[in-house]
């Protein structure tokens, strides 16, 4: 009995093993997943409501290479380029799914894929990424302002919502930083102004705000006025030819700012024929002055043609 015991296991292996070889060896076809990964087009706007992770797609192929298709844990991802068409993201993925024939298996052809279209409409939820505008309260420090202008890092943070109140938003402020008159270099954490809109969400991002503020004081100059790009056949006078500067200077900084650190001139090409009056330009190279002013704002300017007045004087 025993021994037919092991006969009858032993035939019915050889058997089990005929029977898959020659079910395996036939021509079939099933559906199977596959992973997938949306490619967005670049765009200010994109959209956030929930993907696809896979689709199923129906193969053919030979018994034996589907199977082991099927076993396989770590499939390939169609990628799927998705285009902005109409007000909508689309993708045709029967078109995908050809261009991604050649990385299936040489036995397994892909057949068809559900579904074979897809259309996501970004009405929901988009996101749009806007610039942080710093925000202190340096004004109420007398004498005081920013020796290094403050930086934000990041400068910028991504907001939710609806294109129709994204597109109104095109910056997002900080609250008021506080700053110290006893404070000189600074780097501290600094929170976003508070959200007023209900269809609006703003990602939480920590932002670090770094800068310098120091003590100001007044100072003045006075520095002749010079004239740019004056014809060789005109003369330009100008009353007067100097002016008063007014500007303020960190302490640590009072005695390393010159003179020749400023530059005021007035440009012949910017003004008109006609005109009797004209504002100068004023350009400092030291990015530590703060609020120039000059005096006076305007200056009187007489044009007119090389020899005018000696023909004058001539007749």
């Not at 169609?78 to 298996?105: C, D, H, M, T, Y």
């Not at 910028?156 to 095109?170: A, E, F, H, K, N």
């Not at 530059?263 to 030291?286: G, L, M």
Request: net charge positive; hydrophobic share 40%.
């Amino acid at each position: 009995m025993k021994r037919n015991t092991w006969i009858f296991v032993i035939c019915f292996f050889i058997a089990t093993l005929l029977w898959l070889s020659v079910t395996l060896s036939r021509v079939y076809r099933v559906q199977a997943e596959i992973p997938i990964k949306f490619i967005y087009p670049e765009n200010t706007y994109l959209i956030m409501q929930k993907k696809r992770q896979t689709v199923r797609i129906e193969i053919e192929g030979q018994g034996f290479e589907v199977l082991r298709f099927l076993l396989k844990k770590d499939r390939d991802t169609l990628n799927v380029n998705l285009e902005f068409i109409a007000g909508a993201f689309q993708a045709n993925l029967q078109s995908e799914l050809n261009l991604f024939k050649s990385r299936f298996p040489p036995k397994i052809t892909p057949v068809s894929i559900m579904p074979s279209k897809v259309s996501y409409i970004p009405q929901q939820i988009v996101r749009k990424k806007v610039p942080v505008v710093f925000r202190s309260n340096i004004h109420e420090l007398p004498y005081y302002n920013f020796v290094i202008q403050p930086r934000l890092i990041p400068d910028s943070v991504w907001i939710y919502g609806t294109p129709s109140r994204l597109d109104r938003i095109q910056e997002w402020q900080t609250q008021i930083f506080t700053l110290q008159d006893n404070q000189s270099i600074f780097q501290e954490r600094i929170e976003l102004a508070s959200n007023p809109y209900n269809d609006l969400n703003i990602e939480k991002t920590p932002i670090m705000v770094q800068g310098a503020i120091g003590k100001y004081t007044e100072k003045m100059i006075r520095k002749k006025i010079q004239i740019l790009n004056v014809p060789d056949s005109m003369e330009v006078h100008l009353i007067p030819q100097t002016l008063d500067i007014y500007y303020k200077v960190p302490l640590t900084q009072y005695e390393k700012v010159k003179d020749k650190d400023f530059d005021v001139f007035i440009d012949y090409q910017r003004i008109h024929d006609r005109v009797s009056n004209a504002t100068p330009e004023i350009f400092c190279k030291d990015k530590k002055v703060r609020g120039i002013q000059v005096y006076p704002n305007r200056v009187y300017v007489g044009i007119r043609k090389k020899g005018t007045a000696q023909n004058k004087n001539t007749e």
